[in-house]
């Protein structure tokens, strides 16, 4: 796929994504830095060159790539993480700790009501469940009954 098409940010990211898994460090990071080159808002393309410069102990290159990307994407949960942990053993507990409280508040912001409806969604479901057997067993009666 790179071959075919050399301008293709994705398979640059693909390519440097399946060097990361088999742990090939220094290929990842050529073709991450390939592919946000052509593509440099490419979110999974800044996510996995953060956690490769994390994995080559460049923690605070990486923190710095995380807290520019979270200025154009504040409520990206998954920078939020990585900047945790980068705090944790970079800069403290304390920072981590503030982070991680401001991720959950994000979660609860933006996907509390989301979780309240599928509940609401499935106790329905229960009730109309049983009340569908409870019809089914009625009828099965009155059938007997005649």
Same mark, same amino acid.
């Given at each position: 796929?790179?071959?075919?098409?050399?301008?293709?940010?994705?398979? /640059?990211?693909?390519?440097?994504?399946?060097?990361?898994?088999?742990?090939?460090?220094?290929?990842?990071? =050529?073709? =991450?830095?390939?592919?946000?080159?052509?593509?440099?808002?490419?979110?999974?393309?800044?996510? $996995?060159?953060?956690?490769?410069?994390?994995?080559?102990?460049?923690?605070?290159?990486?923190?710095?790539?995380?807290?520019? =990307? $979270?200025?154009?994407?504040?409520?990206?949960?998954?920078?939020?993480?990585?900047?945790?942990? *980068? /705090? *944790?053993?970079? =800069?403290?507990?304390?920072?981590?700790?503030?982070?991680?409280?401001?991720?959950?508040? *994000?979660?609860?912001?933006?996907? /509390?009501?989301?979780?309240?409806?599928?509940?609401?969604?499935?106790?329905?479901?229960?009730?109309?469940?049983?009340? #569908?057997?409870?019809? *089914?067993?009625? #009828?099965?009666?009155?059938?007997?009954?005649?």
């Amino acid at each position: 796929a790179q071959q075919c098409d050399p301008n293709d940010h994705l398979a /640059e990211y693909y390519l440097a994504h399946e060097y990361a898994m088999n742990r090939q460090i220094n290929e990842a990071m =050529v073709h =991450v830095k390939i592919s946000l080159n052509l593509r440099a808002e490419h979110i999974p393309s800044l996510h $996995l060159l953060a956690l490769l410069l994390s994995a080559h102990k460049q923690y605070a290159d990486a923190l710095h790539l995380i807290n520019s =990307v $979270l200025e154009e994407y504040p409520d990206n949960l998954n920078f939020l993480y990585v900047k945790a942990h *980068l /705090e *944790l053993h970079s =800069v403290g507990g304390e920072e981590a700790l503030f982070t991680i409280k401001h991720m959950l508040h *994000l979660w609860r912001t933006l996907y /509390e009501d989301q979780t309240n409806v599928d509940c609401n969604e499935q106790q329905s479901e229960r009730r109309s469940e049983t009340r #569908s057997v409870f019809q *089914l067993y009625t #009828s099965e009666m009155s059938d007997k009954d005649s």
